[in-house]
């Protein structure tokens, strides 16, 4: 199996678009309205790990429903979307109720990360290898699975 750097790689490059550019002025002006400082430079390094993280997930989310739902970019789609269905909706929803954030923010970030995950799962199952490496007893049928 490959390392699926590339889909964190591209769950960065997104993030630092939305976050360091284009909702910076209104992400600081939220910060500020419950008390909180913006964001600093100091902050960033941990928000590059959490995306490399996630990539991570979401390519193993991926080769996990493969079997079932077959190898190829709808199926990397599917793997993102529920990614982002637990990850992304059922979190915000969560939340929504004590006006974290203002409305306007928790939308957009929302409806864009709708876009973002299965992208980023579609570009990680792009460089997605199955088996490689892979030592003695470890093929498929192999594990856990085989024997449920």
């Given at each position: ?10 769950l ?9 550019y ?82 306007n923010?928790?939308?957009i ?14 570009i ?8 490689a ?13 085989s024997?449920?």
């Amino acid at each position: 199996m490959t390392i699926p750097v590339p889909a964190g790689v591209f769950l960065n490059i997104i993030d630092s678009v939305l976050f360091g550019y284009l909702l910076k002025d209104q992400m600081a002006a939220a910060m500020a309205s419950i008390n909180r400082p913006a964001m600093t430079n100091a902050q960033i390094p941990w928000f590059v790990v959490l995306d490399l993280v996630a990539g991570v997930f979401l390519v193993w989310l991926y080769a996990a429903i493969r079997p079932r739902f077959g190898a190829g970019p709808a199926t990397a789609a599917k793997a993102g979307f529920a990614g982002w269905f637990v990850g992304g909706l059922l979190v915000t929803l969560f939340m929504w109720p004590m006006h974290l954030m203002p409305q306007n923010l928790t939308i957009i970030t929302t409806l864009v990360s709708l876009v973002e995950w299965p992208l980023a799962t579609v570009i990680g199952a792009k460089f997605y290898t199955e088996g490689a490496g892979m030592g003695a007893g470890m093929g498929a049928g192999a594990g856990m699975g085989s024997r449920m």
